[in-house]
Structures are given as C-alpha cells and as structure tokens.
C-alpha cells in the first residue's frame, strides 16, 4: 500500500475531533476538563512520589492527548462491509465479537482498530461499531426499518470510487489520501433532518430508542467521541465542579492500584432539535437525544482467566445487589467489597497469568548479553529473578459491552417492547461475521500474540535458543 494508514487513521481522528467539537460544543469542554486532570494527575504523583497511584508513562506520549474512541451504529450489511472497507484503509481492522442483546439491545458489534503494538503506538484511534439485529425487531417495526433504510446511502460517491482506487491499484495520491478524509467524515456527520415521518419515529422509539436512532437519519452520526485520561475518578469530580450533566457513576471495574480493563463515564446526551418530514413534504419540528461525550481510563489487558475471574466476580455484585435490595448508591461499595478477591499487584497478576505483559531487557540483561550467555539454559523466571528481563503491563485496547450497556440506558432509556424476544437471543458471531464479509480477529490472541513477540524480541538480543 502506498500511503501510510497511522498517518491517515491520526488525520481523520484528528478532523472527526474537530467536527465533533464543533457539532456538541460540551465534547470540547469535556477534552479541557481531560487535560486539566491529566496535567493535575502528573503533577500530584510528582510531588507525592512513588506511593500514588498514577504513573505519568502510563500513556506514551504519542498517545497522550490524541488518544480517542468513537462509536457509530449501522443498519445493514452493505453499511457495515463498507465500513470495513474504509476502516482498513486506515489500518483500522475488527477485532473481537460484541453481543448487545446481553444488555437489552436488538444490536451486536465489533471494534474496528490497530492490531500490531507499533501501529496502536503510533495512533490507536478506534470505533465501536454496532449494526442492527432485524430478527430482533417486531414485524411491524421491521418492515418500517427495512424501508427507511434501504432508501439511505450513508456514503459518499466519492468516497467509494476512492475505495475501489485504493483496494483495486494499491495506491492512493496524497490529493486522494486527502479527499479520502474529507469525504469519509460525510457518514459521521450529524444531521438535523430526518429520513422518516414524526409518527415513524415514534413507532420505532416506542420499540427502542436505538432503533429509531440507527434507522431515522441519513447518516450514521457519530454518537460520542471519547477522550482517554490518566485519571477518570478526578475527570468525574470535575465534571461535577464545572456543572457539566454527569452520569452519576464511573461504568467498569473499581478503581485499584493496578488498574484492569476498562473504566468509563460520560455526560448525558443532549436534546436536540430534528426536523421530520411529513406527509405533505415540509418538516414538523421536534427533537431527538442521542450523542453524549464520554471519556474513559485504559488499564491492563486480562488474559482469558483473568477475564473470567473479572466476570465472575461482576457477577456475584450483581446477584448480591438484587438479593439484598439495595440502593445504586450502595453499589460502587459492594464492587469494591467484591473486588477484593482480583489480585491487586503486578506481580501476583504476571505470576497466575491474569493480565499480559511485555518483557524487556534490562541494562544488566544488556550487559549479560554482551558477554555472550548463548550458552546459558534460562528460564523465563530465571531471567526474572535474576534481573535480566523484567516486564510491563500490556494495555487493554477493547470495549466492556455491559458498561456500554450502562452508559447506553443512562443515554436513551431501556424501555423496550421486544425485550423478551431479545433477552432470549443468541449470539450470532456468523450472522454477524457475514454482514462484514470477513471474520473478526480474536482479542486474547492479538494480546498473546504481542506478548509472545516482545518475549523472541528479548531472546534475540540476548541470544539465547530458547526462553
Ligand atoms: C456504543 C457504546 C459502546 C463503549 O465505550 O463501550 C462504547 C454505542 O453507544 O453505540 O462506545
Ligand atoms: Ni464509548
């Protein structure tokens, strides 16, 4: 390929933030309340030392500040194999398999992002994209979606022809990579005039505000664009302190020493104004609530065990919280209880391969290694306890579908009225993998995979056969 995809992946971040910006002016408040954290977050693990918490190479500075995740909804198969195809010319790729019906929604997902350490090191911009499940739907609504639907294109000719130029020659001239950019930001641009009737709307928002969200516009608006922060408890705080309309809790794991997965909150969505055809061709003006700002706090990417125990443990809250009727407030208390149980420490999480780190060689490693130890038979605790490799967590770089659960209800309601039909679906990796003309990559193994490579990087410096 003949352009640079991080360089394309951070332009188009880049001019998405802008328009966003300019789109829900809140989003813009939200990034300096970010930065104002951060710089805070910094400053106060400087003057306090070690003890805290923060360590300000927890981002590496080429993700600090530009660091960004962005969500959008889709209504077919042709919107989402498209998709794809303009994602890959970024170096965006899907990874991983979201089941929404869990959390009440007639949708599934993936992610479509970087997968190589490298490129996530240069821009890891990524987007959560969920398409809609019409065998979840009622009939009635599923005929009215179908319809809406097939009359949108939410691509731009352009932007299709300069598809078929990229995949077909391999190449794409500057001026090209340029329209590509702009062209592309026409799917996700907001658009106060609706596809549909005000009394289509409402039929398909009585059944779930997310149908009527995916299905009513000619566009598939970007929803929210989400910051990454270094410190998300004092991000919330500060919400408060600028009266910002804050969710009222932070989505995720409990706030720990070794942060894991993923924590999230964000502001709520805002009413705005939509135009609505009606049947004599002019427009009744109403509104509809969809597109929040969100910022989260990336922690340690769990192994396939750690994942478990994480999910279990979200478990029995959840059970315990119902059986004992308390209240939401109590419920960041009995997480934190509950959380006890998930090893807190690096070296316990590295030692019972819980999370997945990256090795390097240390300056002594270094020095072994110049004096030659081909010979030696080390293994890879050896070369631990013996100071000449140590390790550093790898960062969980995926999404927590029960908090986009959360943050959706807190955004658009849950009323729903197929909520049986989907509380009892499947997952439908196939279906899905289908809509998307490809197969989605598994995210344990792209984890593994960088592990294993940082692991033959250091084998090779120091010359071993094996470790
Ligand atoms: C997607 C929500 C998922 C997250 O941060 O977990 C997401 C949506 O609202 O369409 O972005
Ligand atoms: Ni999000």
């Known amino acids: 390929m003949d352009w640079n995809q991080n360089d394309m992946r951070a332009r188009f971040c880049h001019a998405l933030s802008e328009m966003y910006k300019s789109e829900v002016p809140l989003y813009g408040d939200l990034i300096d309340v970010v930065w ?33 995740h962005g969500a959008i909804r889709l209504g077919t198969a042709h919107e989402l194999a498209t998709i794809r195809r303009m994602f890959a010319v970024m170096g965006m790729h899907p990874v991983g398999y979201y089941d929404l019906s869990l959390a009440g929604f007639p949708m599934h997902a993936t992610a479509f992002r970087p997968k190589t350490q490298e490129s996530l090191d240069k821009n890891p911009f990524r987007v959560f994209t969920t398409v ?35 995949e077909s020659q391999g190449y794409m001239t500057p001026e090209q990579c340029t329209e590509f950019i702009t062209n592309g930001l026409e799917t996700f641009r907001w658009h106060s005039k609706a596809t549909v009737t005000l009394d289509e709307y409402d039929r398909l928002k009585a059944e779930h505000p997310l ?23 004092l991000v919330q705080q500060l919400m408060f302190d600028h009266g910002m309309p804050a969710k009222e809790r932070i989505e995720g794991p409990p706030k720990r020493t070794c942060p894991i997965l993923l924590r999230q909150t964000s502001f709520k969505a805002l009413e705005e104004t939509v135009y609505f055809r009606d049947i004599s061709g002019s427009y009744v003006k109403s509104s509809h609530t969809a597109r929040f700002g969100e910022v989260e706090q990336r922690g340690y990417a769990l192994t396939r065990e750690g994942r478990q125990l994480y999910d279990q443990i979200l478990d029995r809250v959840n059970v315990d919280f119902v059986k004992r009727g308390l209240k939401g407030s109590d ?54 306890s013996n100071g000449i490799l140590n390790y550093k967590p790898l960062t969980y770089e995926d999404f927590l579908p029960l908090s986009a659960g959360g943050i959706f209800n807190s955004n658009l309601g849950s009323v729903s009225q197929s909520k049986d039909l989907i509380r009892s679906a499947d997952p439908d990796l196939d279906g899905f993998q289908q809509f998307l003309g490809t197969c989605v990559a598994d995210e344990f193994h792209l984890y593994a995979e960088m592990q294993q490579e940082s692991l033959e990087g250091c084998r090779q410096k120091l010359q071993l056969g094996a470790i």
Do not use: C, W
């Open 36 to 68: 104002e954290a951060d710089a805070k977050a910094i400053q106060d693990s400087q003057t306090n030392g070690s003890s805290k918490i923060i360590n300000p190479d927890d981002v590496l500075p080429s993700r600090h500040r530009v660091e960004r």
């Open 132 to 166: 809609l499940r019409m065998e979840l739907l009622t009939e009635n609504t599923r005929a009215l979606a179908q319809k809406a639907l097939e009359q949108r294109n939410i691509f731009t000719p352009r932007l299709m022809g300069l598809l078929d130029i990229a």
């Open 211 to 233: 149908i009527a969200d995916i299905v009513s516009f000619p566009s598939s608006h970007i929803n929210h664009l989400t910051p990454r922060t270094i410190d998300i408890d």
């Open 331 to 384: 419920y960041d208390k009995l997480l934190e209880d509950h959380f006890e149980e998930f090893p807190d420490s690096l070296s316990k999480l590295h030692d019972l391969k819980l999370a997945y780190f990256s090795y390097q060689v240390t300056p002594l490693g270094d020095q072994l290694a110049q004096q030659g130890m081909s010979e030696a038979e080390l293994s890879l605790q050896d070369l631990l």
